[in-house]
């Protein structure tokens, strides 16, 4: 399981997980009764054809329903959900299959402080997403503009599908700590701030192209454009060559203001 936090899924059709859940558990319904003539056919074989198998078998078969229906969503909410036969399944559930964005995206950064309209700062930009059916994780890496790293993380999450055609709008607040001049005058100190993002990932070929902006409460906005890394792929963006992660060696994320 990832560490992450419940997101909504927004679409152009009848929304919320709810539609999903019925139909695990209509599954479920199916598949206790071969559960339980499975495992009673097991305990005669091996313990013999007498009343006392049958009422144990009758007494545990009550928890078979919940340990299946336990194990369906488990297992749709890792793996299934992102699958082939996972899409047939939200088919049948009147559902649009929500997007896999899980992966590594590379790019770049520009960053406006509140009382500048021209480019204060530009400096690579790495995003990782972790997402499960239930859950996702966004986690940023970038250079802060006076040295040092900032590491953002989400906090909460919407994923907006089927609005238009190809495009995948995703929304995220999130939280961060930076260091800023002390009222003194003298050295830095450390403090959490927040912001908030929207991304809009749209496809090409597999991989996604991600173009966005956001902005967070020092005052400061920014635009942000990225490229999914795919494995066995270079780490580019856009043409632009390779870039790694901020705090990687070899990084070129140097500073540049205007």
């Known amino acids: 399981m990832i560490e992450g936090h419940d997101y909504t899924i927004y679409t152009s059709g009848p929304s919320g997980r709810a539609r999903m859940y019925a139909l695990l558990a209509l599954i479920t319904a199916f598949l206790t009764p071969l ?104 986690v940023v890496e970038r250079e802060a503009e006076f040295g040092g790293q900032v590491r953002i993380h989400s906090d909460l999450a919407s994923i907006r599908v089927g609005m238009m055609l190809g495009l995948v709008t995703v929304r995220f607040m999130y939280t961060f700590e930076e260091d800023i001049s002390r009222r003194e005058g003298f050295g830095m100190m450390g403090r959490r701030f927040s912001g908030a993002a929207t991304f809009e990932f749209r496809r090409d070929g597999e991989a996604w192209l991600v173009s966005g902006h956001f902005f967070d409460d020092i005052g400061r906005s920014g635009q942000v454009q990225l490229r999914q890394v795919l494995a066995g792929s270079g780490n580019t963006a856009g043409g632009s060559g390779t870039l790694c992660p901020p705090g990687d060696s070899g990084s070129p994320n140097a500073p540049k203001t205007t």
């Open 35 to 138: 559960a339980q003539h499975a495992a009673l056919a097991l305990l005669r074989r091996y313990w013999g054809d007498d009343w006392d198998v049958a009422e144990k078998a009758l007494f545990f078969g009550g928890f078979t329903a919940l340990i299946l229906f336990g194990v369906l969503i488990n297992v749709f909410n890792l793996h299934v959900w992102k699958t082939h036969g996972g899409r047939w399944m939200f088919r049948l559930a009147g559902l649009p299959a929500p997007p896999d964005l899980n992966g590594e995206y590379r790019g770049a950064i520009d960053l406006h402080a509140a009382a500048e309209s021209q480019t204060l700062f530009h400096t690579a930009y790495y995003l990782r997403i972790a997402q499960t059916w239930e859950q996702i994780s966004l």
